[in-house]
């Protein structure tokens, strides 16, 4: 599917944590006004790094879903993004879970 997509970015970021910008229920309810409505969001760490995770569904263009994991790590703040239009997202859910929450900012 060309329209699924999975994308890892960074910024420089002077915080030491994410949690420097906001909670991760503020940070989630700022992100709803981009990427449509926030179906789930919670705080893990990994490695000892602090990840937000959300979920978010949008209707907008045929409808589709994202998962977002945001994290900080040497300087930078890293976002990692895999979406996915609504009518394939069940099949890709389990594979883009699984990849956007094994993400490490390793550089």
């Not at 179906?39 to 990994?46: F, G, K, L």
């Not at 937000?52 to 930078?76: M, P, Q, T």
Request: contains cysteine; glycine residues 6%; proline residues 3%.
């Amino acid at each position: 599917d060309v329209a699924s997509t999975v994308v890892v970015s960074s910024s420089s970021y002077t915080g030491d944590s994410i949690d420097a910008l906001a909670p991760v229920d503020k940070l989630g309810a700022k992100l709803e006004k981009s990427h449509g409505e926030l179906i789930s969001s919670h705080a893990r760490i990994t490695d000892g790094i602090l990840f937000y995770d959300y979920e978010f569904k949008n209707s907008a263009a045929g409808g589709f879903h994202e998962i977002l994991s945001l994290c900080v790590s040497k300087n930078r703040l890293w976002q990692v993004s895999a979406k996915s239009p609504e009518k394939s997202w069940k099949k890709r859910e389990a594979i883009f879970k699984n990849s956007v929450g094994s993400f490490l900012p390793k550089l």
